[in-house]
């Protein structure tokens, strides 16, 4: 299946978006520790990609007609990556805190959506880069953990 930038990343949010609702779940149902971190570490390699990859390859493509707003997503990765390590100790520690998992994951949310209005809609207006070696999405593809 050939999917574009916009298509690609969009699904990979659902997906994340899924697998995160599965660690909610498990955790709330007190699974065993190796499960739920099984779990986590899928979740995080994922996102962990997921961030590689728009930042190799999509926030270059856009930085210089929108130098503001990819400097915020890209302060936005930061911030949700400094969560995601304060969980790994939790989880870690067997101890998922709800608060905390429910800030990680509003966090996670509401940059998808904006992301979905802006780099996503911008990446897909420039459409491939005329000296580009190989497809945008399939460059992406590589670097996403499907
Ligand atoms: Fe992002
Ligand atoms: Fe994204």
């Given amino acids: ?3 574009n930038p916009k298509e690609l990343l969009s699904h990979d949010h659902a997906r994340l978006d899924a697998l995160f609702a599965e660690i909610v779940d498990a955790a709330e149902a007190d ?3 190796r499960t739920l971190g099984e779990l986590w570490t ?3 390699r994922g996102l962990l990609a997921h961030f590689n990859a728009e930042e190799r390859y999509l926030f270059p493509r856009v930085a210089a007609t929108h130098r503001d707003e990819i400097h915020e997503l890209a302060r936005e990765h930061d911030e949700i ?3 995601l390590s304060e969980l790994d100790i939790a989880v870690d ?4 805190r709800a608060a905390n998992v ?3 994951v509003s966090r996670i949310r509401a940059h998808a959506e904006r992301e979905d209005r802006t780099l996503y809609r911008w990446a897909q207006e420039l459409g491939e880069p005329v000296k ?3 497809p945008v999405e399939d460059r ?3 670097s996403i953990d499907f």
């Fill in 102 to 104: 429910q800030q990680l």
């Fill in 81 to 83: 990556r400094a969560l």
């Fill in 42 to 44: 899928a979740f995080e």
């Fill in 93 to 96: 520690l067997h101890f998922l």
């Fill in 1 to 3: 299946m050939t999917a």
């Fill in 140 to 142: 992406l593809k590589r």
């Fill in 31 to 33: 699974v065993d520790s």
């Fill in 132 to 134: 580009s070696a190989l």
